[in-house]
């Protein structure tokens, strides 16, 4: 497993935080998601070999959100 922090901007209420989590833990692959508003981060434990970070980072892109690289 890989735990990941990823930067996005345009998250600003608890919608953004379901939408975003919601989205990105449907994927296979990844075992735990968490957003944090005040930093502006995802954080995403997944299994690389079912899931590729360029795959959740566009999950995130899908839901109206900038990722930072």
């Known amino acids: 497993m890989l ?3 990823i930067n ?13 989590e919601g989205s990105v ?3 296979e ?3 735990k998601v ?9 954080d995403v434990v997944f299994n690389p070999d079912q899931v590729t970070e360029e795959q959740i980072k566009e999950t995130i892109d899908d839901q109206g959100f900038d ?3």
Do not use: I, P, R, W
């Open 34 to 42: 968490k957003v944090d508003l005040d930093q502006a981060t995802v």
């Open 3 to 5: 735990n990941k922090t």
């Open 25 to 27: 833990g449907s994927l």
């Open 67 to 69: 990722v930072v690289s």
């Open 8 to 20: 996005v901007k345009g998250m600003t209420c608890g919608h953004c935080v379901s939408s975003v």
């Open 29 to 31: 692959g990844v075992d």
